[in-house]
């Protein structure tokens, strides 16, 4: 048949597709990605390869399967469910007691209920036999009955739940373990509802909307149970990115709902914000106490000047975000917009007169607002650290490519700000910052730090020092594009929230900007790093962070 060359790796996951499929070979070729002849003969090649059988299903609807409904809570009261998954054939991680814990913790809540849900996945282990893998390594011990561990059957829900407005529980979802990416062709799933699937990875990727309706949210959960992967490349690979954890779920009576993830760390333990009126939560063996335990905050991007007023006193405000958490850091990327005078709008005459009508185009004045923003924002007990953007950056390109006499209302302040970069070059400073010195000089507090370019700092493990414009050699910077990198990493720019990996990116921190157009994937998304290095990505909805 001329398949030689497919591997046996390539053979077993055409043998996974086809049982996640229930048989049906034209579906598990599109998975595959195959013409369903291709497919075919390689299942046939799979079966004389591997000695193995078949065996067939046969089923099939005329209907598409629909969702229930979950009601929602009374008035002034709160729902909360934590969504998580496992795997047949595999024993449950110890930190599952401590997630029953949290469950039981939130359910006794004033006001309050907590629902555990859980989903299945299947992974076909006994499609290995003896000579398809290393010495000693053997799976004749592999059960061939299907079972899920005892302890977590009362909570399994393998049906669609949708579980608030908009928000659906895809516990019909059968996705492989392996699969790199368990989030892919979900963008169209359940039309504009958000869902969130059983998988063994945490991931969330935003799905663009039209500018009069929120952001869809596509979620996994992570998993509860152990590793248990035939050790072959795809196995092996997934099992570096194997995440025990699930998804938090809190929705209000108006049915407004929000996402968190809790990742169970190396202990056992678990951390999260908490319910409303407490600084954070961690559960370990057993217990749930209340203590601070976020590290930092790296904020979805800030753009002072196009920042919305409810969402800059929800986060920076007397008892908002950051008095609630209390975190030792909190980082701000694209602090700075230059709507004033953007290199984008330089030719744009209809742009820059409507800025003009507005009173918006002096950019010292821009300066001065997100100096003053930065002040209000800062605190004594919190170290507010600035990373290099490209927004911020635009001063410098307005500096190199603007002509001064052809903008008189800026002319002064212009000469000004050059005279201070070309010094710099003269001392060969090459850490000067032309931003850091023009907020100083309106005032900035002295114990704000700015980042130079590519300088790295790293809180609990993650770093925090990209804003994520810049990419590898010289690309442009992305979400999947820094994956690469290998290592754990907070970002912003593409103001859309995503986990992807090891690598979290925050949104941003305005409902619009003058400069886009279109739908979006924006949303009012920001990165919680806990004290034990997990992390969570809490979006801003309904004038609300958390329930």
């Known amino acids: 048949m001329g398949f030689k060359k497919v591997s046996d790796d390539e053979l077993h996951e055409d043998i996974n597709a086809f049982y996640a499929n229930s048989g049906n070979k034209s579906e598990a070729a599109r998975a595959r990605g195959l013409r369903r002849k291709t497919y075919s003969?390689?299942?046939?090649?799979?079966?004389?390869?591997?000695?193995?059988?078949?065996?067939?299903?046969?089923?099939?609807?005329?209907?598409?399967?629909?969702?229930?409904?979950?009601?929602l809570p009374r008035k002034g009261c709160i729902k909360r469910y934590i969504l998580t998954s496992i795997q047949n054939n595999t024993h449950l991680h110890p930190g599952f007691k401590n997630l029953e814990a949290l469950v039981k913790y939130l359910d006794r809540q004033r006001a309050s209920s907590c629902e555990l849900i859980i989903g299945t996945y299947s992974y076909q282990l006994a499609a290995y036999g003896p000579k398809a893998v290393k010495r000693g390594k053997a799976l004749d011990n592999v059960d061939k009955e299907l079972w899920y561990a005892p302890e977590a059957e009362p909570?399994?829900?393998?049906?669609?739940?949708?579980i608030a407005p908009g928000l659906v529980w895809c516990g019909e979802q059968n996705i492989l373990p392996t699969t790199k990416h368990p989030l892919t062709s979900f963008e169209d799933y359940n039309g504009r509802k958000s869902n969130i699937v059983p998988h063994a990875k945490i991931a969330l990727e935003s799905v663009a909307s039209m500018a009069d309706e929120a952001t869809k949210f596509n979620f996994s959960t992570g998993t509860i149970t152990q590793r248990n992967y035939i050790q072959k490349r795809a196995g092996i690979l997934a099992e570096q990115k194997h995440t025990y954890g699930a998804s938090l779920?809190?929705?209000?009576?108006?049915?407004?709902?929000?996402?968190?993830?809790l990742e169970i760390d190396d202990d056992d333990s678990i951390m999260d914000v908490g319910p409303k009126g407490t600084k954070g939560i961690h559960v370990k063996d057993g217990k749930v106490t209340k203590q601070e335990v976020t590290a930092c905050i790296y904020w979805g991007d800030a753009h002072s000047s196009?920042?919305?007023?409810?969402?800059?006193?929800?986060?920076?405000?007397?008892?908002?975000?950051?008095?609630?958490?209390?975190?030792?850091?909190?980082?701000?990327?694209?602090?700075?917009?230059?709507n004033s005078r953007s290199h984008h709008e330089a030719k744009n005459f209809l742009q820059r007169y409507a800025k003009h009508r507005a009173g918006a185009e002096v950019v010292e004045e821009e300066i001065q607002l997100t100096a003053d923003f930065a002040n209000e924002a800062n605190r004594e007990w919190c170290e507010m650290v600035v990373v290099p953007s490209n927004h911020d950056t635009h001063l410098s390109v307005w500096l190199n490519e603007a002509d001064f006499r052809q903008d008189p209302i800026n002319a002064k302040y212009f000469c000004e700000l050059q005279w201070e970069v070309l010094d710099a070059i003269d001392r060969e400073d090459r850490d000067f910052s032309i931003l850091e010195w023009a907020m100083c000089r309106a005032g900035l507090n002295k114990d704000i730090r700015f980042l130079s370019i590519d300088e790295s700092f790293i809180v609990e493990g993650v770093e925090c020092g990209l804003h994520g414009h810049l990419g590898i050699n010289g690309s442009r910077g992305s979400t999947r594009g820094l994956t690469?990198?290998?290592?754990?990493?907070?970002?912003?720019?593409?103001?859309?929230?995503?986990?992807?990996?090891?690598?979290?990116?925050?949104?941003?921190?305005?409902?619009?900007?003058?400069?886009?157009?279109?739908?979006?994937?924006?949303?009012?998304?920001?990165?919680?790093?806990?004290?034990?290095?997990?992390?969570?990505?809490?979006?801003?909805?309904?004038h609300k962070w958390r329930a």
């Open 306 to 338: 196009d920042l919305d007023p409810w969402i800059r006193k929800l986060a920076w405000g007397k008892g908002g975000m950051l008095d609630s958490l209390r975190p030792t850091y909190q980082f701000m990327g694209d602090i700075f917009s230059m």
């Open 41 to 71: 003969d390689r299942l046939t090649m799979a079966q004389q390869r591997f000695g193995l059988k078949l065996g067939k299903v046969a089923d099939g609807r005329i209907e598409m399967a629909g969702s229930t409904k979950r009601k």
């Open 155 to 162: 909570y399994i829900i393998d049906e669609s739940v949708e």
């Open 249 to 261: 779920v809190e929705v209000d009576s108006d049915g407004s709902w929000w996402v968190r993830q």
């Open 484 to 542: 690469k990198l290998g290592r754990r990493i907070n970002k912003g720019h593409d103001h859309s929230a995503a986990i992807r990996d090891g690598v979290y990116s925050a949104g941003s921190c305005s409902d619009s900007y003058s400069y886009t157009r279109g739908p979006s994937s924006r949303s009012i998304s920001h990165i919680a790093t806990y004290k034990n290095g997990k992390r969570s990505i809490i979006t801003m909805w309904s």
